[in-house]
Structure formats: structure tokens, C-alpha cells
């Protein structure tokens, strides 16, 4: 491609044979070579690292949407030879916990627990997902995604609040939350948005769990740095003044709301007939009465007919306001007189107390030794058996919808030819035939992988989901070919260390 051919391959040749020194300085030629090929990008700093955890709540996690704007593609298989080639030999490094050890064939699947979900925000504050995977590192910090679920190449800046969970399912991270530190990624990708270079290598902090709430006086909440919220609790008038005046407490009051009179057009209006003495009953009956004028009321009356203890009982009580009488066959009867009204409800005054909540958090430990690790193969030959694993969930061209993206996925083939997408600028991708939807973007190709370790070796990320004839069904993914520029960046975030973090 014209912006790979302006420079010359990493020169790795035979000094990158099969290894398992992460830790291993490169050659000073290869270093020098690697550097102009890599961009490093700061994610977030250690301090920022439990605000970020505490911004994905469960239910933030569960309503999430997969980043599918980058992710599509439909294009025609070519024939012949993979334009995906090696630039020198080829290499492996070992799963975490697996060094030195030779891998085997798989008879059943068992999910790998290092594969799980990227979470973060784009370029208008949605909360959006991929898939993605822990890698084999120095500092078991490392997670391998697609480029373009960490970094959006039209603002030439990293998503925001970016995190990996591991296992990830329904809303839950059973190993923690592990924010992003740093991302590594290859310079075409930044600058040439070169799909034959959409991988990531993110290095993360420790995993950070949510361990409780915990009640604190107004002045801790305000000092607080981390995740922390308020809760306004309505009480009564004495528990309130006990509570600011006893305790010292924080609240609020709000003013008691004086009813008011409207018409029957006003739609905030609630129906509400009024009992009146006759005297107003006649006045408000009048046409052109004061009432009728005022708020459109109608006069009417109603009769009650009672024992004489009743209605002495009422006639007793000056607020009453009907008139007590004795019909002509000596029944005792009430007159009742009413005016029709619409009125505004007033509201009586109401007194809330607040009580203050920050979060607590526990360090969860090295996201490796939670989960452990892929190894790394790159310079690999195509036409070689490999998994894909991630959490596909948008429907098929056609409409239909097989996947929830709740669960991880698998599928099973043999790498090969991928489809020009000149689109994307990707000319050298292998693909498998899968009928993965996006949702899976991010997520392992794993070589050799073992059901029984459930480790292999990372030999690519899905990067597109393609329709590669034009039946409106997603039937590949593709993955860019690690090669030893691949490696080098891999290799480079692979013996970085994020430090500390502060959890206190």
C-alpha cells in the first residue's frame, strides 16, 4: 500500500524465532526500526482510574450499544495468493503460565476466560462496546481489541472512559473493571485510517471492584475524588428539624403551594364542585353572577333525605353550610347547594432531608494473573485453523437477528483471502468464513488454542464483519496480519507498566 511502501519492513529476520522473554530488550537496529511505526496515546491517569470504574454501572453496561459504524463491509473475495505476507520469520509467545510449554489440538470448546468486552464512550458521549482480550505481558496489564474501538480516527483522539471486563456478562465484571492507561497502536491506523493496521494493544490498570456504599458527613463527600451520589429522603416537619437542628444535618424545604381557581378549558384544572350556603348558591346561580364569571361555575343542588337525630345533629354544627328543613309529609330532608369549580391543587409544604454516599472500591489485582493471558504469534502462514471469539449482537443485512451480543460467541475456520475493502483501505486482511455480526469487533483469533487450557496464541482481532457475496448475511470476519511491525508494537505495550493505583 502507498503509505506502507514509503518505509522499509521491521528487519526482524531470525532473531524473533519462538520465545517467551516478554521482558527481553530488542535488538537496537529493530528498536530504532519500530519506533516511527508506533503511536502511544495516554487513555487516563491512575487518579481518574476509580472515577472512570464507577461510571459503569450495571446498568450503563447493560444499555451500552455495540460501535458498529466502523466495523461493516461488503466485498467480492479475490482469487489467488494472499496479499498478506511476512517479514521475516516467524514467531510465537507463550499464554501466561504456559512458557516453555508445547500446544496441542482441541477436541471441545470451552470459552476462554480472557475474552470479554471494551466499554467506552464515543465521540458524542454514548456508551458503546466491542470485544476484546487479554494478551501475555510482562506486567499481566495488556488487552488486545480492534484500533477502532479504542481510537476514532476522525477526531485523531482515543474514546473516553475506556475499559475492559473480562467474562463480562448481563451487567457483571466477576474478575472487576480494569480501566485504560494506554494505547498502542500503528502509525497508519492514526494517520492513514489503514484497516490493514486496525489492532490495539491497550495496557490497563489493576482491576477495581465495588465493594459498598458508605455514609459520610457532607464535608468527606465534597472532598471525595472517586464515584459518590446523594439521596433526598422526604420526612416529616419535626423528624427534618431534628434532623438540621440535633445532627447537623443538610436538607430542604419546599413552600407550601396555595390552591387556585381556573375553568373547565385550562388543562391543569382537576374537577372540584364546592358545597355552599344557599345564600351563595343564589348568587352564584344568578346569570352573570360572580361566579359564573369568574371561573364558569354552574349552580346546582342536591337532597338528602335523614332521621330528625341527623339532621338536628347537622343543623347543630354552624359550619355545615346546607339548610336543614321538614317536608310537607314530616320527612327530614338536608338541602345540599353546590357551585360547579375546576381548581389548581395546591400542595402542603414538604421537608426532605440529605444523606451523602460515597463508593468503595478494592484493588482486584493484575487483570493476567485474574484471567491469564493469549500468547502472541506473528509472520504466521495463512491457511491455518483458528477460533474467533467475541460478542456479536447486531442483525444480519437482512433484518434477522441471531445474536443477543449477552453471551460470547465462537467460530471455527481457516484463514485465507479477505475481500478488498477499499473503503477502509484494507488490502491485507485474512478472513474466515463466520457468520459473526458486529459486536465481535475486538475480538481473538486465536491459533493452537487448547479447550482444556483454554489458551492459544493471538494471531489477529476481528476487525470487519463482511458480506462477501452480496446475499445481505454476514459470512467473514477479518482480521489484519500480524506481522513483525505487529509484533514490534505488541511487543513494545507488552513491557509497559501502569503503576500504582490509588484506591484510598
Not at 330 to 355: D, L, M, N
Request: proline residues 4%; contains cysteine.
Amino acid at each position: 500500500m502507498n503509505s506502507r511502501a514509503k518505509r522499509l519492513a521491521l528487519p526482524l529476520g531470525g532473531a524473533l524465532a519462538a520465545t517467551s522473554m516478554i521482558g527481553a530488550t530488542l535488538a537496537a537496529g529493530t528498536a530504532q526500526a519500530a519506533a516511527p511505526d508506533r503511536k502511544t496515546v495516554t487513555l487516563a491517569a491512575s487518579g481518574n482510574a476509580k472515577a472512570i470504574a464507577g461510571y459503569w454501572t450495571p446498568s450503563k453496561l447493560k444499555s451500552a450499544t455495540t460501535y458498529v459504524a466502523e466495523s461493516t463491509a461488503s466485498g467480492k473475495l479475490r482469487a489467488g495468493a494472499s496479499r498478506a505476507s511476512a517479514d521475516g520469520k516467524a514467531g510465537t509467545v507463550a499464554p501466561i503460565g504456559e512458557e516453555g510449554k508445547s500446544a496441542g489440538r482441541s477436541r471441545n470448546v470451552n470459552l476462554p476466560t480472557t475474552v470479554g468486552k471494551v466499554f467506552f464512550l464515543d465521540d458524542k458521549g454514548r456508551e458503546r462496546w466491542c470485544s476484546g482480550s487479554s494478551v501475555q505481558s510482562k506486567y499481566r496489564n495488556l488487552v488486545a481489541t480492534a484500533g477502532h474501538c479504542v481510537y476514532d480516527t476522525d477526531t485523531n483522539k482515543p474514546f473516553s472512559n475506556f475499559v475492559f471486563i473480562p467474562g463480562y456478562h448481563q451487567g457483571k465484571a466477576p474478575w472487576g473493571i480494569y480501566v485504560g492507561a494506554k494505547v498502542n497502536m500503528h502509525y497508519d491506523f492514526d494517520v492513514y485510517e489503514d484497516y490493514d493496521r486496525d489492532y490495539a494493544f491497550v495496557n490497563v490498570y489493576n482491576g477495581i471492584k465495588q465493594t459498598g456504599d458508605k455514609e459520610v458527613k457532607k464535608a468527606q463527600y465534597d472532598d471525595h475524588k472517586g464515584p459518590k451520589y446523594t439521596v433526598d429522603t422526604k420526612v416529616s416537619k419535626e423528624k427534618y428539624e431534628e434532623w438540621i437542628g440535633r445532627y447537623g444535618g443538610v436538607g430542604f424545604a419546599k413552600d407550601a403551594v396555595a390552591e387556585q381557581t381556573t375553568g373547565p378549558d385550562d388543562k391543569r384544572g382537576v374537577y372540584a364542585p364546592k358545597e355552599v350556603t344557599r345564600q351563595e348558591w343564589e348568587e352564584a346561580a344568578k346569570i352573570g353572577g360572580p361566579a359564573v364569571v369568574k371561573v364558569g361555575a354552574q349552580a346546582y343542588q342536591a337532597i338528602e333525605i335523614v332521621s330528625e337525630e341527623e339532621a338536628k345533629k347537622y343543623d347543630a354544627d354552624e359550619k355545615n353550610p346546607g339548610r336543614v328543613f321538614k317536608d310537607d309529609k314530616g320527612q327530614w330532608q338536608i338541602e345540599h347547594s353546590f357551585v360547579k369549580r375546576w381548581i389548581i391543587p395546591g400542595k402542603e409544604a414538604e421537608f426532605y432531608i440529605t444523606r451523602f454516599y460515597v463508593k468503595l472500591f478494592t484493588d482486584a489485582g493484575r487483570l493476567g494473573d485474574n484471567v491469564g493471558g493469549q500468547g502472541f504469534a506473528w509472520n504466521q502462514k495463512t491457511g491455518k485453523k483458528v477460533f474467533a471469539f467475541g460478542y456479536p449482537t447486531a442483525a444480519h443485512l437482512d433484518g434477522d437477528k441471531v445474536y443477543t451480543g449477552h453471551t460470547m460467541k465462537w467460530c471455527y475456520g481457516t484463514t485465507g483471502n479477505a475481500p478488498d475493502v477499499p473503503a477502509y483501505k484494507a488490502q491485507e486482511h485474512q478472513a474466515i468464513k463466520c457468520a459473526f455480526t458486529p459486536g465481535a469487533s475486538g475480538g481473538p483469533f486465536l491459533l493452537q488454542y487448547r479447550s482444556s487450557k483454554r489458551t492459544g496464541y493471538l494471531n489477529g482481532v476481528v476487525s470487519l464483519t463482511i458480506d462477501s457475496d452480496n446475499n445481505r448475511r454476514y459470512d467473514r470476519v477479518t482480521t489484519p496480519y500480524f506481522d513483525g511491525e505487529t509484533y514490534g508494537i505488541y511487543k513494545y505495550a507488552a513491557n509497559l507498566w501502569t503503576g500504582k493505583l490509588p484506591l484510598s
